[in-house]
């Protein structure tokens, strides 16, 4: 790689990337500060969703039944469908990267493409989990509406609709901000599209391919927290 | 360094990674339906974790990562989220009035 005489300005075409800035040593050590800097901004992001999942953890305790009985109103199946449409996006994503990395540019435009359907099936059907839980009047507000709903493993008893609330407040909190996430996701991605096509990443430079999909994991490691805890608590009969 | 890892190639191993993923995640839903009592919430979040260390580990490049420096963030946020939610669920959670 990149010996002393390159660092210091002798700018030979085939030593010096154009995208390798003055102040690294070689494009390994610039991939790994960006890689840094990507991991320090997940830190902040673990905190951000790390106080949200108090929240939920605190209420979960106190309203036990109420939180079953309303996570038993959402459709689990919907859930792990989108888990598995995730998961499926981290695998297209890592192909992208390796694509890049191996100086394969088709398969990195179709990845990243297929990435983003990947993306928008999960937000399709997130909107229409959004859209049957308007229906069924479960979005907190004046309209909101939890009368009579069985607490599970209570017969007879019913769940508290002011403390109902409280789940889907917090439904709606973490997977909208989650979707939020996605959205900007779905950004960077196009971005990254673009770029592609003008063939800007090579072996030697494919940072923004690799950052961006530590972002897309990070946003999939959430929703896997997130599937669990909101769907899939008390669903036994 | 990920970057010079080409000489043998980790597709096999992603998709592994990927199809264990899923399996994980047909378990998690499957078991989510029988009745375990207390467990039920056990069971999830250990298989929930257990996939969040798959995807940071393989698919984050964790495992072959060259700069230790990124070991040391992750492992501060790991840090950081159990002083959260650990010192907070201590408090709460030990509070016989509620």
Same mark, same amino acid.
């Given at each position: ?237 | ?20 993923? &899923? *399996? ?10 029988? =009745?375990?009592?207390?467990?039920? %919430? /056990?069971? @999830? ?8 260390? &798959? *995807? ?10 060259? =700069?230790?420096?990124?070991?040391? %963030? /992750?492992? @501060? ?22």
């Amino acid at each position: 790689m990149a010996d002393s005489s390159t660092i210091m300005g002798l700018h030979q075409e085939e030593e010096h990337h154009p995208q390798l800035l003055h102040h690294f040593a070689d494009a390994g050590q610039q991939r790994d500060a960006a890689s840094l800097g990507m991991w320090v901004f997940l830190a902040t992001e673990v905190m951000f969703f790390g106080g949200m999942f108090c929240a939920y953890l605190i209420y979960r305790h106190w309203y036990f039944g109420d939180f079953g009985a309303a996570s038993k109103s959402i459709d689990a199946t919907l859930g792990a469908t989108n888990t598995a449409v995730l998961i499926c996006s981290s695998l297209t994503v890592v192909l992208a990267v390796w694509a890049a990395q191996t100086a394969r540019r088709a398969l990195l435009i179709g990845m990243l493409v297929v990435t983003m359907l990947f993306g928008l099936a999960f937000l399709g059907i997130k909107g229409y989990e959004y859209y049957q839980k308007f229906e069924e009047h479960h979005v907190p507000g004046a309209s909101f509406s939890f009368d009579h709903v069985p607490i599970p493993g209570h017969p007879g008893e019913y769940a508290n609709p002011r403390h109902a609330q409280i789940y889907f407040s917090l439904y709606f909190l973490m997977t909208g901000i989650h979707a939020l996430h996605m959205i900007v996701g779905l950004g960077i991605f196009t971005w990254l599209l673009v770029m592609a096509c003008k063939g800007r990443f090579t072996p030697e430079y494919y940072t923004p391919v690799e950052i961006g999909g530590l972002y897309w994991h990070f946003v999939d490691i959430i929703w896997i927290y997130l599937f669990p805890l909101l769907y899939l608590i008390d669903r036994h009969p | 360094m990920t970057g010079h890892a080409s000489a043998k190639s980790p597709l096999k191993m992603y998709f592994a990674v990927w199809a264990t993923l &899923l *399996v994980f995640t047909l378990v998690t839903f499957k078991v989510a339906f029988i =009745e375990l009592g207390p467990f039920n %919430a /056990v069971v @999830a979040l250990v298989i929930a974790t257990l996939k969040a260390t &798959l *995807v940071a580990l393989f698919f984050m490049h964790i495992w072959h990562a060259g =700069e230790r420096l990124i070991k040391v %963030a /992750v492992a @501060a946020a790991i840090f950081f989220l159990f002083l959260l939610l650990g010192l907070t669920l201590s408090d709460y959670l030990t509070r016989p009035w509620s």
